[in-house]
């Protein structure tokens, strides 16, 4: 599958179409910009959070090899903050800030969410490694299926791939999160209510 922005906009359409009634409330995703700009245009008011995992590496590949391993793990200690405010003060090293800083929103978009989502928001990877399987055989096969087969091919995969998926934590937060319910730091945020004497 091309990363293209059109690619992206037809993927999206076709879940609005098969039932997706409710716009995501956040995406994540490395720092393709073709699938961002499909998805502000789908939906617009979907949070982005950056993948972690693709940003260490791109951040690491911006430093010299001697401080990638202390850096690496600095890194992982910015993701891995217990809220936001520990995770900004952490970001450091002067060569690669500016990496890190004009992502910083969607880099640290996972603390606005439940603290039991965090571990799945952090990153594509789980999502990227069925595409991955999934491109591989596509690959092998390219030019002897049709695109029924194909397609055919792509659901079985990825119905053999499911099986292995492990639930979310805190899949009893999602209702709140559809609803809107604010979260801070992974923590829900109870609104007061004003009451008002007549």
Known sequence: MRESAQSWRELLVEVKRRGLKIAPEIAVGDGALGFWKALDEIFPGTKRQRCWVHKT??????????????????LREVW?????????????????????????????????????????LRTS??????????RHR??????????????LMVFKLIMAASKTWRRLNGEQLLPKVIEGVRFIDGIEVIEAQSQNAA
């Open 57 to 74: 590496v791109n951040v690491l590949n911006k430093a010299a090899l001697s401080v990638q391993p202390g850096m690496k793990k600095d």
């Open 80 to 120: 891995l903050s217990p809220n936001r405010a520990t995770a900004e003060a952490a970001i450091e090293y002067p060569k690669v800030v500016e990496c890190l800083t004009k992502d910083r929103q969607t880099l640290l978009a996972f603390y606005d969410f439940p603290a039991e989502h965090w571990d799945h």
């Open 125 to 134: 990877n789980p999502i990227e490694s069925v595409f991955s399987t999934v």
């Open 138 to 151: 596509t690959v092998r096969t390219k030019g002897s299926l049709s695109s029924a087969t194909a397609k």
